[in-house]
């Protein structure tokens, strides 16, 4: 059983489009996150939800927007698609009513931007 | 003061040998360490943390060294196997955080 998944795994699109990926753990877990990571490893957060409340919004461009529909699930829409959102974007999740409760990363998704 | 520096970028042992990477920190809130490994295609998984109120934690063949005055701390993979090759990062954080402060990451080969 995969504990934090995000579809699809790869996604390649034309700037300008929009396009969503999405994301569930079945871990009980209480809060969800994404994180992009660039060409250079380098792993960035971008938003965080607790319990469906946005509770992270680092300084991301608003075509970015998270959706939470419940707290097993957390999406993330783009939109006009731009040449350096290319890059891996993870999904992970942690029991933030847990001290020190590791990070659950998914497999990540792989945009690439033509 | 959120920083976590992390280095070398890259890093290349021999099969047996041992691989060092090394973190320092600014923030001294910063109370609990961990590091996390990420094979190609994978996300990252929790390998091993420390907690400032030891020096060292062993797991294996993974130790983390910690210097609370010197705002250092240290993963050590002893007899480094191919299959370590991976991309390794130190983090930080505390209790009153929402979230981890990542190192860029290092990469590691293990050569045969």
């Known amino acids: 059983d995969t504990a934090v998944s995000q579809t699809p795994k790869y996604l390649v699109t034309q700037m300008g489009n929009d396009k969503s990926i999405k994301c569930e753990q079945n871990l009980g877990h209480d809060t969800m996150y994404w994180y992009k990571q660039d060409s250079k490893k380098f792993l960035k957060i971008m938003f965080s939800?607790?319990?469906?409340?946005?509770?992270i919004n680092e300084t991301v461009p608003n075509r970015f927007s998270p959706k939470s529909p419940d707290k097993a699930h957390l999406n993330l829409h783009i939109n006009s698609l731009e040449l350096g959102d290319s890059a891996v974007y993870f999904c992970a999740s942690s029991l933030r009513t847990a001290t020190y409760s590791p990070l659950h990363f998914g497999n990540g998704t792989r945009l690439t931007v033509t | 003061q959120q920083q976590v520096k992390q280095s070398p970028q890259s890093l290349i042992v021999q099969k047996g040998g041992i691989s060092i990477i090394n973190c320092a920190y600014e923030?001294?809130?910063?109370?609990?360490f961990p590091w996390y490994q990420q094979f190609p295609g994978k996300g990252p998984a929790l390998l091993i943390a420390?907690?400032?109120?030891?020096s060292e934690k062993k797991e294996g063949r993974f130790t983390i060294s910690f210097n609370k005055s010197a705002k250092q701390f240290s993963l050590h993979i002893m007899d480094s196997q191919p299959g370590d090759s991976a991309t390794y990062f130190c983090a930080a954080t505390s209790a009153g955080y929402s979230t981890l402060t990542f190192g860029k990451g290092t990469m590691l080969l293990v050569s045969p």
């Open positions: 923030n001294t809130a910063f109370d609990y």
């Open positions: 420390i907690r400032p109120d030891v």
């Open positions: 939800y607790n319990n469906k409340e946005l509770i």
